[in-house]
């Protein structure tokens, strides 16, 4: 099992903050890493793939970085609709495994 | 419209059965893999389980290991999830998510908006 640790799990912030979430492997996983946005009430969205891959529709202040066991994800400007929960998760192996989560509130 | 919308979720007692349901509509369904991901009130996202899109190969969380079938029907593009020996550690909304690619590393491009399973006496 991969183990994953993510942190801050609850991060305080202004609009128009940068804004860093890291994510920690137990192992090696190369790049086989994924972010999720999910608001209250609603399913995860996917914001990132391939650890640095913005999907398809997702805001350009978003990006990821990072590559075998150690990756952040970065808001650059936080916005008002940013206010919300993240994960991380694995797809290098099974289980596959997602981080902890982190809120991210206004300040 | 591409989509998946679950269904089959409610109030059961500790010990019972329940069948999710997740049909699948604007892509082709048998192409990818489909995997069940559920979310405990208050608590982060759980992995539970993952089918190939033959349905030749299943993966399962040990939480529910012996517990849970995944399974498929690519003619009616509905993935299943049989869910026996309920526990209240069980209670959580499940989601159904589509794999990204045919490719062994799949991430979630795609979730249902969930359906509620209430473990209770």
């Known amino acids: 099992v991969i183990w994953m640790t993510q942190s801050p799990s609850l991060l305080s912030a202004s609009t128009g903050d940068r804004v860093t979430i890291s994510c920690r492997m137990s192992q090696g996983i190369s790049s086989y890493l994924a972010w999720y946005q999910q608001k209250p009430g609603k399913a995860p969205e996917l914001l990132i793939y391939?650890?640095?891959t913005l999907q398809s529709g997702v805001p350009s202040r978003f990006s990821g970085s990072g590559s075998g066991t150690d990756f952040t994800l970065t808001i650059s400007c936080l916005q008002s609709e940013d206010f919300a929960t993240y994960y991380c998760q694995q797809y290098y192996s099974f289980p596959r495994t997602f981080g902890q989560g982190t809120k991210v509130e206004i300040k | 419209e591409v989509q998946l919308l679950e269904s089959g979720g409610g109030l059961v007692q500790p010990g019972g059965s329940l069948r999710l349901s997740c049909a699948a509509s604007g892509f082709t369904f048998s192409s990818y893999a489909m995997s069940w991901v559920r979310q405990a009130p208050g608590k982060g996202l759980e992995w539970v389980s993952a089918i190939s899109g033959s349905g030749g190969s299943t993966y399962y969380a040990d939480s529910v290991k012996g517990r849970f079938t995944i399974s498929r029907d690519n003619s009616k593009n509905t993935l299943y999830l049989q869910m026996n020996s309920l526990r209240a550690e069980d209670t959580a909304v499940y989601y159904c998510a589509k794999a990204s690619t045919v490719t062994p590393y799949w991430y979630f491009d795609l979730w249902g908006r969930g359906t509620l399973v209430t473990v209770s006496s």
């Open positions: 391939a650890a640095s």
